[in-house]
Antibody
Framework: QVQLVQSGSELKKPGASVKVSCKAS????????MNWVRQAPGQGLEWMGW????????TYAQGFTGRFVFSLDTSVSTAYLQISSLKAEDTAVYYC???????????????WGQGTMVTVSS | AIQLTQSPSSLSASVGDRVTITCRAS??????LAWYQQKPGKAPKLLIY???SLESGVPSRFSGSGSGTDFTLTISSLQPEDFATYYC?????????FGQGTRLEIK
């Protein structure tokens, strides 16, 4: 079935880096845009940006430039989110989420990964 | 960025009740609105897209309506599994934005 499976929880110290993976299965990976969404503890959903899975071109929302990098490995149908110079305020659940329709990036998100908890603490 | 304001922020209701949640956009977004359900510790689940289209597999007691700036999500007869937090999201304008959420609790 169509699904996104993310890597497991991470505990990191401030200043470290983390790389979260999101493996797609059950559909043609390069046909659907992939988004990243952050949810801080007890808070709402915040869109971080998206990556064109056909070209690899990323687009970052305001507030997610510089330390955040989206990438792909299309050979294994996987998207990645890397965060560098981690801060305590990066503590959150990070979700990957697929756009519902092929080749659209302005769309609802129909398939979500299960989420990856990243905790930043000394 | 377009702001989405959901009301109420929280709501207590009983099994069998009819419930309506509203989402107001700070400017017109046509019908480019989605509704999600999120349960504790789980990923959001798409319920409604394009303001009124029911996602495959979602029970028909969920419905959406509206266009422009005012939208509603209605649950016709609450079931125990419907107690969750609901979010609206617009995707008409960049960047896509979410409402702050409506927590639906058991009365």
């Amino acid at each position: 079935q169509v699904q996104l499976v993310q890597s497991g929880s991470e505990l990191k110290k401030p200043g470290a880096s983390v790389k979260v993976s999101c493996k797609a299965s059950g559909y043609t990976f390069t046909s659907y845009a992939m988004n990243w969404v952050r949810q801080a503890p007890g808070q709402g959903l915040e869109w971080m940006g998206w990556i064109n899975t056909n070209t690899g071109n990323p687009t970052y929302a305001q507030g997610f430039t510089g330390r955040f990098v989206f990438s792909l490995d299309t050979s294994v149908s996987t998207a990645y989110l890397q965060i560098s110079s981690l801060k305590a305020e990066d503590t959150a659940v990070y979700y990957c989420a697929r756009c519902r329709r092929e080749l659209l990036y302005r769309d609802a998100f129909d398939i979500w990964g299960q989420g990856t908890m990243v905790t930043v603490s000394s | 960025a377009i702001q989405l304001t959901q009301s109420p922020s929280s709501l207590s209701a009983s099994v069998g009740d009819r419930v309506t949640i509203t989402c107001r956009a700070s400017q017109g977004i046509s019908s480019a609105l989605a509704w999600y359900q999120q349960k504790p510790g789980k990923a959001p689940k798409l319920l409604i897209y394009d303001a009124s289209s029911l996602e495959s597999g979602v029970p028909s007691r969920f419905s959406g309506s509206g266009s422009g700036t005012d939208f509603t999500l209605t649950i016709s007869s609450l079931q125990p599994e419907d107690f969750a937090t609901y979010y609206c999201q617009q995707f008409n304008n960049y960047p896509p934005t979410f409402g702050q959420g409506t927590r639906l609790e058991i009365k």
